[in-house]
């Protein structure tokens, strides 16, 4: 069993920055694919960032795009998200998941374990 555990939310005015944590349980963190999503009221659960197992590669939504960057520490068993110059449309619930694969993929159901999530909240 894998358990992700996000950590780093909060409340942030528009044009600050926030960095998310990701902690997840067992040993085969390193083989797999890790990505960020987020869901705010009344919308679907929509694609953030995801990066590759050895973070050789990383993919990103378009709207995120030069203002976060996705990075993992497998050593902690850990994958951060920096969100930069946040703004009022980036508030959400965001969640880090496993994917089934090693490589980045920008699908819900190509990953197999969720965190909780945490809230983003950006005041304009």
């Known amino acids: 069993q894998v358990h992700l555990v996000e950590s780093g939310g909060g409340l942030v005015q528009a044009g600050g920055s926030l960095r998310l944590s990701c902690a997840a349980s067992?040993?085969?963190?390193?083989?797999?694919?890790m990505g960020w999503f987020r869901q705010a009221p009344g919308k679907e659960r929509e694609f953030v960032a995801a990066?590759?197992?050895?973070?050789?590669?990383?993919y990103y939504r378009d709207s995120v795009k030069g203002r976060f960057t996705i990075s993992r520490d497998n050593a902690k068993n850990t994958v951060y998200p920096q969100m930069n110059s946040l703004k009022p449309e980036d508030t959400a619930v965001y969640y880090c998941?496993?994917?089934?694969?090693?490589?980045?993929?920008?699908?819900?159901?190509?990953?197999?374990?969720w965190g909780q999530g945490t809230q983003v909240t950006v005041s304009s």
């Open positions: 067992g040993r085969t963190f390193s083989s797999y694919g």
């Open positions: 990066i590759s197992w050895n973070g050789g590669s990383t």
């Open positions: 998941a496993r994917s089934y694969y090693s490589a980045t993929y920008s699908r819900p159901n190509e990953y197999d374990y």
